[in-house]
């Protein structure tokens, strides 16, 4: 079973950037699709960008494109997330997931979780 665990959130200002890493306890971590969520305040858990097994495909919701990165590090078990020009609604508990699964957006296909890392940015 692949432990996730995330690290990197903070309290940033408008315009400021964030990286989050991800690290798995698992070296099969390889033969996943890694993804991030971000949940804010009353709202439900969103998509915001997954990476594929080989690193070469990525997927970004709309909100984030052109502002977020995501990048895999498998000689570390490592997956990140560059965030650039943040926003206050970009404010969550942003949560790395993995799964052997396909290409999904919906939170229920992924297997395992981190516990989650608060980004916090004041307008």
């Known amino acids: 079973q692949v432990q996730l665990v995330e690290s990197g959130g903070g309290l940033v200002q408008t315009g400021g950037s964030l990286k989050l890493s991800c690290v798995a306890s698992d070296r099969t971590f390889t033969y996943n699709l890694m993804a991030w969520f971000r949940q804010a305040p009353g709202e439900e858990r969103d998509f915001v960008a997954a990476?594929?097994?080989?690193?070469?495909?990525?997927l970004y919701t709309e909100s984030v494109k052109g502002r977020f990165t995501i990048s895999r590090d498998d000689a570390k078990n490592t997956v990140n997330l560059q965030m650039n020009s943040l926003r206050p609604e970009d404010t969550a508990v942003y949560y790395c997931?993995?799964?052997?699964?396909?290409?999904?957006?919906?939170?229920?296909?992924?297997?395992?979780w981190g516990q989650g890392t608060q980004v916090t940015v004041s307008s």
């Open positions: 997931a993995a799964t052997r699964g396909s290409w999904d957006i919906d939170d229920s296909s992924y297997d395992y």
């Open positions: 990476i594929s097994w080989s690193g070469t495909s990525t």
